[in-house]
Structure formats: structure tokens, C-alpha cells
């Protein structure tokens, strides 16, 4: 329970799938965490089931309604944050969305709605929670990104160049902002959460047939690399992608 004990940490989109599951696993390792979750009376409320099971277990948590898209946003949310905790020490950047086009079908709304969200997103609020990392003298960056930053898929160019992007990003901004702060990457495979909900029998079966470990990820294959990149044991990793993907994309 102490790993990250007397360590803050804000985890956006937070309110389901892998950001729940981190946001639950940092607190279990002590962390204070705040559960970011987009504008919505449905998200508020999911986040704050997520906020109830992190105080249930005896941790602490608060809900942050806060979106990634925006700036004005991310500015409230981030100063929102620090009045209840101070500077963060760990930001993990995982908010995202993801729909699906051939690319000569792509209006650039759907291509402009994901690079918002996905890869703004991470500029924005690691914008505004690094300068108080860098004062504080130290912080840790998470940025969760995709296998497909690595090998691409058809009918998800944009989402492919956004997950990249973060790839890019992170590898830059740790060169940036060493020795202070570390920044790296979670580039996860395909995981069961909400976002495969509605894929077809015969996708999941090839796409279990083609993975060397033979089955789909869950989130909790994910959260102990959070765990791990949010923790002491971490410190001599920076501007490093790890990628608990089934041997998806081996890089």
C-alpha cells in the first residue's frame, strides 16, 4: 500500500476502462488520485463509482470534471487540482477516443474530434501540470499511447498518427524536461474494455489467432506498468514506450 505513499496523481479519463483501472491501481498503492472525466452527468457519475471503490478501500480520491480538448478547461481542472493537493507528482495522460473510417471517407471533423482529444489532450494538460512538477523538483509523466503509434491499422490512420504523435512527444519531452521529471509511454494492445464492445466474433478471433499470447489484454495486464512508471523503481526510465500487448508489435 506504500509505494507511492504521500505521491498525488491525476489520471484523465478515468471514469472507465484502463484510466479506471489505473486511477484504482495507483490508489491501492497509495497514491491521492484525481478521477478526471469529461463534461456529462453520466461520466460525473461513473467517475465518482470510481472515487467511492478507491475511498471504500480506505484510499483517497476526488472526481475532476475537466475536457482534455480544451484549454480553458484543462486550466480549471489543473488549478482545481493543485488547491487540493498541491503540485502533482504523477500525470498520466490517458483520455482518448477512437472511431473508425477508410481515410478517403474521413471528413476532417473525425480526423480533427481525434487528434483533439488523443494527442492535444496530452499537450494541454502536460502543459499545465509540468511547471509545477518542475518546481517541485521532481514528477512523473505517463502517457498512454497504443501499439498502433507502432504498426498502424486500416480504417485508424488518424487514430495510428495521433497515437504516434504521443509516442514522439513523450521520447521529446523527456529529453526536455531530465532530470527532473521522467516522461514515458504505455503503448497497450488490444484490451478488453468498452471500446471493443461492439466488435464482430470474427475479428476477435483472428485477432486472438494472431497475437504470439493468444488472447485479448485486460486492463489489468496494463495497470502494474502504471504502477511501475509512477514508482521509485522507475527512475532510470525515461523517453520509454513499454508495451503490454501480447507480443502485438515488438519493437
Known amino acids: 500500500m506504500d509505494r507511492l505513499a504521500d ?6 479519463g478515468a471514469s472507465a476502462g484502463i484510466g479506471r483501472g489505473i486511477a484504482v491501481g495507483l490508489a491501492e498503492a497509495g497514491a491521492s488520485v484525481a478521477v478526471n472525466h469529461p463534461p456529462g452527468e453520466g461520466e460525473e457519475r461513473k467517475a465518482q463509482e470510481v472515487v467511492e471503490e478507491i475511498e471504500d478501500a480506505g484510499g483517497v480520491a476526488i472526481a475532476l470534471e475537466g475536457d482534455v480538448s480544451d484549454e480553458e478547461s ?33 471528413s476532417s471533423e473525425m480526423w480533427d474530434d481525434v487528434m483533439a482529444v488523443d494527442l492535444r489532450g496530452v499537450f494541454l494538460v502536460t ?5 509545477g512538477m518542475l518546481d517541485a523538483g521532481h514528477g512523473r509523466v505517463i502517457n498512454v499511447a497504443s501499439q498502433l503509434g507502432f504498426k498502424g491499422a486500416p480504417e485508424l490512420v488518424h487514430y495510428s498518427a495521433a497515437k504516434g504523435g504521443v509516442i514522439g512527444f ?17 503503448a497497450p494492445g488490444p484490451i478488453e474494455t468498452d471500446l471493443l464492445a461492439d466488435i464482430s466474433e470474427e475479428w476477435r478471433a483472428a485477432k486472438e489467432a494472431e497475437l ?22 522507475s527512475s532510470y526510465y525515461t523517453g520509454q514506450t513499454l508495451s503490454p500487448d501480447g507480443g502485438d508489435a515488438m519493437h
Open 7 to 12: 505521491r498525488t496523481a491525476l489520471v484523465t
Open 74 to 106: 484543462v486550466t480549471s481542472m489543473v488549478e482545481r487540482f493543485e488547491s487540493r493537493f498541491g503540485p502533482a507528482d504523477v500525470l498520466v495522460n490517458n483520455a482518448g477516443i477512437v472511431t473508425q473510417s477508410p481515410l478517403v471517407e474521413m
Open 127 to 131: 502543459r499545465y501540470v509540468l511547471p
Open 170 to 186: 513523450t521520447r521529446a519531452l523527456a529529453r526536455e524536461a531530465a532530470p527532473t521529471v521522467t516522461v514515458n509511454a504505455i
Open 212 to 233: 504470439p499470447m493468444g488472447r485479448l489484454g485486460t486492463v489489468d495486464d496494463v495497470v502494474p506498468t502504471a504502477v511501475f512508471l509512477a514508482s521509485d523503481d
